[in-house]
């Protein structure tokens, strides 16, 4: 059953749902969330790697419900064709106080997950394609006007055009402006370019040092929240091998003096203050033999994603999640 992102006042929860949203704008699928589930339901994610490595327990989780749990809309982020055999399954039964949303991002037509919500007369899909220029200059002219500042015609241009066609990745950008010029601070075309760059880079640089020091629980929380697109996949290979690459030349000195605090000291280029901790944990959670098996690794995601970029994201998630699951030695 297919319904228009501005119809979901017409989607009957109350007996259970299962919905599929699908296409790469993020920002329309969250206000599109928000909308139809508002504040009444507790929202808990998963990656679809995640569930199809447990998928009995999550099926004992959303079948053996109490009558006392409040209720809940699951989000399966970055499904895929391979999770089509356990929705058809969730599908055949009777759930209620639940919503699954099952959140893919570009799916062909000949998918059997697409073709299977397009064709139920009981579940739900919804298409989200690019908001289109037009669309994405009014939000941000709508946005300067309401506060007041000054900017160009070409700087909501320069804004919109790296946006890539989600509104997500429009709001986010003009989130980091407002903060910006809380404080009286003027903007200008190069303040707009350096923001924006800085916000790019910031969140891949934080999921990347996450992952070197192992900390599963942080990197599932990135990825939730936060809205990495395909187009992001080459600059988060590229920023792990750059820091794998500085963590492996750190673990050699290591192991060369068997002192930390002097191998941190004697960095080249030098380690700022606030990334030392975490520096560290990345030195005593690997040895040179594993991060070299990363990089080679590395290596291949690089030339996979250049070749298949429609799942370039999907690529660039599987591996993190395995090294979240400490599964580094699958690479060698």
């Known amino acids: 059953m297919i319904y228009k992102h501005f119809e979901t006042n ?3 929860l109350t007996a259970g749902k299962i919905i599929l949203f699908y296409g790469k704008n993020n920002g329309l699928k969250n206000e599109t969330l928000k909308n139809l589930i508002g504040k009444k339901y507790k929202k808990t994610l998963y990656e679809e790697k995640e569930i199809l490595e447990n998928s009995s327990q999550f099926l004992d989780k959303i079948l053996n419900r109490s009558l006392f749990d409040a209720e809940e809309a699951i989000i399966i982020k970055r499904a895929s064709d391979k999770i089509f055999d356990l929705v ?26 697409r073709s299977f919500f397009e064709r139920s007369k ?27 500042i000054p900017v160009s015609f070409s700087d909501i241009n320069l804004l919109v055009n790296k946006s890539g066609g989600d ?27 350096k923001l924006t760059n800085l916000f790019e880079n910031h969140d891949i640089s934080i999921l990347v040092d996450n992952c070197l020091s192992k900390n599963k629980n942080k990197i599932i929380k990135i990825l939730n929240e936060n809205n990495f697109t395909g187009e992001d996949s080459i600059a988060i290979v590229k920023i792990f091998l750059s820091k794998s690459k500085r963590i492996l030349n750190l673990i050699n000195q290591f192991e060369k003096n068997n002192n930390i605090n002097l191998t941190i000291a004697s960095a080249q280029p030098p380690i700022f203050w606030k990334d030392k901790d975490i520096t560290k944990q990345q030195i005593y959670k690997w040895n040179s033999k594993e991060i070299k098996k990363i990089l080679y690794k590395l290596s ?14 999907n690529i660039i998630c599987d591996f993190i999640l395995n090294l979240t699951h400490e599964k580094i030695n699958n690479y060698a």
């Open 88 to 113: 058809n399954e969730i599908a055949s039964k009777s759930i209620e106080d639940l919503i699954i949303i099952i959140n893919s991002e570009n799916l062909e037509k000949r998918s059997k997950l």
């Open 167 to 193: 509104r997500g990745n429009l709001l986010n950008e003009l989130e980091k402006i407002e903060t910006y010029t809380k404080n009286g601070k003027k903007l200008c075309s190069e303040t707009i370019l």
């Open 122 to 148: 009981k579940e739900v899909c919804m298409a989200f394609y690019p908001d289109n220029e037009q669309t994405l200059i009014k939000i941000a002219s709508n946005f300067f006007k309401e506060r007041n």
């Open 300 to 313: 291949e995601i690089e030339f996979l994603i250049k070749k298949d970029s429609k799942n370039s994201l």
């Open 10 to 12: 017409k989607i009957d």
